[in-house]
């Protein structure tokens, strides 16, 4: 099981009183049974962010994948074994900033997390993450496509520090043109020194292109695995995944890892 990382429960707390001062569980429930329905069969909506399109859906996201998604990712980056030390992190796509944050944890003193994602409510979610867990950086809104999209997030965090990139969750919601301009940039990065840090859905029907990518990677040094995890779920997220008749804590991954 994952442990509790420091600053974990106050994240939560900060945005269960946030999100449920307008709704209640109940409704959070009924808005999450609607948003895994769309990770799993109306896709094609991820593409323009559907998955917030209500403060339901915004609310269950953040309750019940933001948190699983940290703890999944706290667990794979210590078994991996992951960067650490004064990291320049850029979380690419960021959703919550929930991966950003956990590899920024994981790294310890002097990391810093720079964040970006094309929606203003993941924006707003993410300034909150980083204020929750006491991380410094800065969040941006702007466009998260492929290689193109990724440099300016890549090349323009400053300092001496080490770059680090996450991608999380998000390379399968691109299309084929964006994902295909994604890859060579990757590496590219990868080749001057950055770490860069993949993670995908177990499911295969998700990602058809994940064994090009992990030839691609392994053969550039790096890493494929797949990953399944046991997690401490906090309550609300418990409760959540009860009511949408999901598995809450069983959580499953699979990273590219150079």
């Given at each position: 099981m994952t442990p509790t990382p420091p600053g974990f429960e106050r994240w939560i707390a900060d945005a269960e009183a946030r999100h449920l001062r307008d709704m209640t569980p109940t409704e959070v429930g009924r808005a999450l049974r609607a948003l895994s329905s769309t990770y799993v069969e109306r896709r094609a909506r991820l593409a323009g962010r559907g998955a917030f399109d209500t403060a339901g859906k915004r609310a269950a996201y953040a309750l019940y994948y933001a948190p699983r998604r940290y703890q999944t990712l706290t667990h794979i980056l210590g078994a991996l074994?992951?960067?650490?030390?004064?990291?320049?992190?850029?979380?690419?796509?960021?959703?919550?900033?929930?991966?950003?944050?956990?590899?920024?944890?994981?790294?310890?003193?002097?990391?810093?997390?720079?964040?970006?994602?094309?929606?203003?409510?993941?924006?707003?979610?993410?300034?909150?993450?980083?204020?929750?867990?006491?991380?410094?950086?800065d969040v941006r809104r702007g466009a998260i496509g492929g290689g193109r999209g990724l440099r300016p997030w890549a090349d323009n965090n400053s300092g001496a520090q080490a770059r680090a990139v996450m991608l999380s969750y998000m390379v399968n919601e691109l299309g084929d043109d964006d994902r295909a301009d994604l890859l060579p940039a990757l590496l590219a990065a990868a080749s001057r020194g950055a770490r860069v840090l993949l993670v995908e859905p177990l499911s295969?029907?998700?990602?058809?292109?994940?064994?090009?990518?992990?030839?691609?990677v392994v053969a550039a040094g790096g890493r494929a695995d797949e990953w399944r995890v046991t997690l401490d779920l906090a309550p609300i997220t418990a409760r959540l995944g009860h009511a949408a008749r999901l598995d809450a804590a069983g959580a499953t991954a699979r990273t590219l890892y150079l």
């Open positions: 074994g992951a960067a650490t030390g004064p990291l320049g992190i850029v979380d690419v796509g960021c959703g919550t900033g929930a991966a950003g944050a956990a590899w920024a944890v994981h790294a310890g003193a002097g990391a810093t997390l720079s964040a970006c994602d094309s929606h203003p409510w993941a924006v707003e979610e993410t300034r909150a993450t980083l204020q929750a867990f006491g991380l410094k950086g295969r029907k998700t990602s058809p292109w994940w064994s090009r990518w992990a030839d691609a």
